[in-house]
């Protein structure tokens, strides 16, 4: 399928390092934040979450950060592997216009993992 | 169990046209959203429905777009009299409980090309 990385910043690791991938969000009044990961012609696959009441969240084999002072989001994903390459995309609820169903994603972030 | 099932695959439709994209979420799913994706972007909300209504319309970029879940379960976005702008991917994601604080579980997307 078509590639939905296409002009994205790009992130290349070594298979079995680890990976940091960085996002900055617009809001200050945010609550809520995702991580998703898109393979090329899928969808976006849920990652890990975060409230902002809690600035650090692991997963299996992955951790979420969260800087509220300077609005900040990574994600580390740990052993990375062949299967991890993707486009990885941050969310943010929008606060904006108290809106119940909207989340707004950044630009993405496409990880190639060499073996 | 079916994750959510978008159809068509892929739309070619000629400047004019009217569209037609299906969703099923998956069965049971309280909420169900509409993003659409351009090359290269991430995906930007278009729509929001808790059960049967539609409680967020914010996203849609004109009175051509059009959406709709009268059973509160498929939904269905009309695109009228298509312009080359709105070639994208559409993305269609469901969620278990009401609002955005719950995963959201993603199709494959409708990849639509208007000529």
């Known amino acids: 399928g078509e590639s939905v990385g296409l002009h994205l910043p790009t992130l290349s690791v070594q298979e079995g390092d680890n990976s940091i991938i960085n996002c900055a969000y617009s809001n200050s009044a945010s609550d809520y934040f995702i991580w998703y990961k898109q393979e090329s012609g899928k969808g976006p696959q849920f990652i890990i979450d975060?409230?902002?009441?809690?600035d650090k969240r692991q997963g299996q084999r992955v951790t979420v950060l969260l800087n509220k002072t300077v609005k900040h989001l990574s994600l580390q994903i740990a052993a990375t592997q062949p299967g991890d390459s993707a486009v990885y995309f941050c969310a943010e609820n929008n606060a904006y216009g108290g809106s119940q169903g909207n989340l707004i994603f950044g630009k993405g972030t496409k990880l190639s993992v060499k073996p | 169990g079916a994750g959510v099932s978008q159809s068509p695959r892929y739309k070619v439709a000629k400047r004019g046209q009217d569209v037609a994209l299906r969703c099923d979420p998956i069965?049971?799913?309280?909420?169900l959203f509409w993003y659409q994706q351009a090359l290269g972007q991430g995906p930007e909300f278009l729509t929001y429905f808790q059960n049967e209504a539609q409680l967020d319309k914010s996203g849609l970029p004109s009175d051509r777009f059009f959406a709709e879940r009268p059973e509160g379960s498929v939904s269905t976005l009309k695109i009228q009299r298509t312009q080359q702008e709105d070639s994208a991917v559409y993305l269609c994601?469901?969620?278990?409980?009401?609002?955005?604080?719950?995963?959201?579980?993603f199709g494959p997307g409708t990849r639509l090309t208007v000529l």
């Open positions: 975060i409230r902002s009441n809690m």
């Open positions: 069965s049971g799913h309280v909420s």
């Open positions: 994601a469901s969620g278990r409980l009401a609002g955005i604080y719950n995963e959201q579980f």
